[in-house]
């Protein structure tokens, strides 16, 4: 095996060693692909000014994200079917972020429950993403387990009332939950490395609702049950709502214009996320980058704005938080690591992050992560 030295090497092995269905399922977007390309494609319009003559000997990327210490204002993103990617998916991912020091949150729509995690980890705190479903007591349920379960931040996602279209995931037959088809199954019988680890795990669905859920405890009631719980009527009395039940610190995913940050804001929100779903929902969304700075104004200060949707490298951290981000998110950049490595890839794909994010500071004369100011970019024109 080659030498992996960025997180485009773990993309290609990903490719190689995870099934099609599974693989496109993470390596794709909504409708055109158009905003899940300019995610990445307008990152690469900032350039830095590198500076000489600074005396960058000590180098510090630590940071806290609301309240957290971390040793680089990076979180691992919530991405669902995690386990799908690798056996044990979430497990081994949120073993690798402890160990980096980094969070790691968990999605509703995770293969490991929040007790498999919990469990696996020694109950180390970690982060949970909730999904408002119509049934506001499973809701209310799966509040109750994160804190349970020692979750010290509830993200709850707020730009997934209806499903955008994955061409990618229609042509490989991919379901909520997976149905797979004949030419799928010879697929997955071509990844042997996958194959194994699933034949040797006992977690296979949807962990957080299967057994949870009423009336939800086989397949069919699953799907069932998933069709129907997307609650196109959410709203922000919901997060109200939410922040009533909610002791922990409460982050709001999903933020795409200055109005809805505002109102994130007064809803108690301790920090809200810029994201568009990675270019997976409203196609011709402008980027994640490109909106940061308007909403980092429009919060002015009264809450943390973290970042989502782009990065794949530490140079990209490093632009987020010079626009004003106070903490990134990976979702893609850790699922190809761990679809190409196992946790072994996880914690690989952290360390690549890290040490381009340091050198990129050295490069640019800074020496603090919590210093860095726009005055290191500019833009292309």
């Given at each position: ?140 349920s799966l509040i109750a387990r994160a804190e349970a379960a020692n979750c010290s931040a509830l993200v709850v996602t707020m730009d997934l009332q209806v499903f955008g279209q994955r061409h990618k995931d229609k042509k490989n037959g991919l379901s909520m939950p997976p149905k797979p088809t004949l030419r799928n199954i010879v697929n997955m019988l071509s990844k042997p ?189």
């Amino acid at each position: 095996m080659a030498e992996i030295t960025c997180i485009e090497d773990m993309r290609r092995l990903a490719r190689k060693r995870v099934p099609r269905m599974f693989y496109d399922y993470v390596d794709g977007g909504s409708w055109s692909e158009y905003t899940y390309r300019a995610n990445e494609a307008d990152f690469q319009r900032i350039e830095f000014r590198q500076r000489v003559a600074c005396d960058i000997t000590h180098r510090d990327t630590a940071s806290t994200m609301v309240g957290v210490p971390v040793s680089m204002p990076v979180a691992i993103a919530p991405t669902g079917l995690t386990g799908m990617q690798h056996a044990d998916g979430e497990i081994l991912a949120a073993r690798a972020a402890k160990q980096f020091g980094i969070p790691f949150t968990l999605s509703t729509m995770s293969i490991c429950s929040l007790e498999a995690v919990a469990e696996a980890t020694g109950r180390h705190p970690f982060w949970f993403q909730l999904y408002v479903m119509r049934d506001r007591s499973f809701v209310e349920s799966l509040i109750a387990r994160a804190e349970a379960a020692n979750c010290s931040a509830l993200v709850v996602t707020m730009d997934l009332q209806v499903f955008g279209q994955r061409h990618k995931d229609k042509k490989n037959g991919l379901s909520m939950p997976p149905k797979p088809t004949l030419r799928n199954i010879v697929n997955m019988l071509s990844k042997p490395r996958w194959c194994l680890g699933m034949l040797g795990t006992q977690h296979r669905q949807f962990g957080n609702i299967v057994g949870h859920a009423k009336g939800v405890d086989n397949i069919q009631s699953l799907v069932e049950w998933t069709r129907e719980q997307f609650d196109p009527t959410l709203s922000w009395q919901d997060i109200e709502w939410i922040r009533k039940r909610w002791q922990g610190k409460l982050i709001i995913k999903g933020i795409q214009h200055p109005d809805d940050a505002r109102l994130a804001v007064s809803c108690g929100a301790d920090a809200v996320v810029v994201s568009n779903h990675g270019g997976r929902q409203l196609d011709g969304a402008s980027s994640s980058i490109t909106t940061l700075p308007e909403i980092v104004d429009a919060v002015g200060g009264h809450t943390e704005v973290h970042f989502d949707s782009g990065i794949r490298s530490g140079q990209d951290v490093l632009k987020a938080i010079a626009l004003g981000a106070k903490g990134t998110y990976i979702g893609r950049a850790m699922l190809y690591g761990l679809g190409a490595l196992g946790e072994q890839g996880v914690s690989k794909a952290l360390h690549i992050i890290r040490e381009e994010l340091d050198l990129s500071m050295a490069f640019c004369g800074q020496t603090d992560i919590q210093g860095i100011t726009p005055d290191i970019l500019r833009m292309k024109p």
